[in-house]
């Protein structure tokens, strides 16, 4: 589930929800919602940060279970282990990085929410397919 993976679903997965987030970022800093890179984000934007990273991800995750040939959730969970993974080399590498970088709850929360994020989206496949009607044999 890479940009760099050489399946064409792998990156039609994992490779959209990142762009849509840096996207986002880059739209906010242009509109000047998120001050200059080189300065510090409030909690409050942060927070909203947080909020649309989440709705993205639990989108990808749902879109990664409904693309599963089987085990939607546990393909979706794979995905958010690699969103873990990213998250916590994300926190690693910006920790002491600067002035913009001085909040810690927020890589934190980027880390400990991918799981959780990832099964509400493979959940919400799993239970749309159980809501499928039966074909009643005839």
Do not use: E
Request: aromatic residues 12%; charged residues 10%; positive net charge.
């Amino acid at each position: 589930y890479s940009c760099n993976s050489p399946s064409l679903g792998g990156r039609l997965v994992a490779c959209p929800p990142v762009l849509v987030t840096v996207g986002t970022d880059v739209a906010l800093h242009a509109v000047g919602l998120f001050p200059p890179w080189d300065q510090r984000v409030s909690d409050a934007l942060l927070l909203l940060a947080t909020g649309y990273r989440t709705i993205y991800s639990v989108a990808a995750s749902y879109l990664t279970a409904y693309l599963a040939p089987y085990r939607p959730l546990a393909h979706a969970l794979v995905g958010g282990a690699f969103g873990l993974l990213a998250s916590a080399a994300g926190a690693v590498a910006t920790w002491n990085a600067g002035p913009a970088f001085q909040t810690h709850w927020y890589p934190v929360a980027l880390v400990i929410l991918a799981i959780p994020q990832a099964w509400v989206g493979g959940w919400l496949r799993v239970r749309q397919l159980k809501a499928k009607p039966a074909f009643a044999a005839q």
